[in-house]
């Protein structure tokens, strides 16, 4: 006899997808990107690295050269 999955994936992979495209729909496309941004900023672990990566140039705005 199998018993239920704990842990669906897929499940998870639509409740954030739905939540991700509700909240562009009530804030617009713009500040739903910069509500993401803030919670990534706070993660623990994807917050440093990205702290770190910004830091260092990769995809920063600052060391992009103005046309």
Excluded: H
Aim: charged residues 40%; glycine residues 8%.
């Amino acid at each position: 006899m199998k018993l239920g999955k704990e842990f669906d994936c897929v499940e998870m992979k639509a409740e954030i997808q739905e939540r991700l495209l509700r909240e562009v729909a009530e804030l617009g496309d713009e500040e739903a990107q910069r509500r993401r941004a803030e919670r990534l900023s706070r993660e623990p672990i994807l917050g440093s690295f990205l702290r770190a990566k910004m830091g260092s140039g990769k995809g920063s705005a600052e060391q992009t050269p103005a046309a």
